[in-house]
């Protein structure tokens, strides 16, 4: 990757279909207009003049190919890495970490 290409994302999850470690390159991790809980990945990258196939890249590139975005829960999020020669911060309009979680005593009956 040379010095003038933009950074990408390596989002490593929980595929909520199969339950296995999966993971998936991006050119953009934004907020989910889904609300707090969820991540949007869009623009996705697959190598494809690799001599060598990878089976598990085929598969999630034959299953991404119609996908305009993915949206995750945080939840199922394990890691996201930067990757690239260009790191700029990733930024959320929505910031999660001033959010608190509120006990209401008899909400859970067995607390």
Do not use: C
């Amino acid at each position: 990757m040379s010095s003038n290409e933009p950074s990408m994302y390596l989002v490593h999850f929980r595929d909520p279909e199969t339950g296995e470690i999966a993971h998936v390159k991006a050119k953009s991790v934004s907020d989910s207009s889904l609300g707090l809980s969820f991540v949007t990945l869009s623009d996705f990258v697959f190598v494809t003049s690799r001599l060598i196939a990878n089976p598990k890249e085929e598969q999630m590139r034959d299953r991404f190919k119609d996908v305009k975005a993915l949206h995750l829960s945080i939840y199922n999020i394990i890691s996201v890495e930067e990757i690239g020669a260009d790191h700029k911060a990733l930024k959320f309009k929505n910031d999660r970490s001033s959010l608190v979680v509120l006990d209401r005593p008899g909400l859970f009956p067995n607390n």
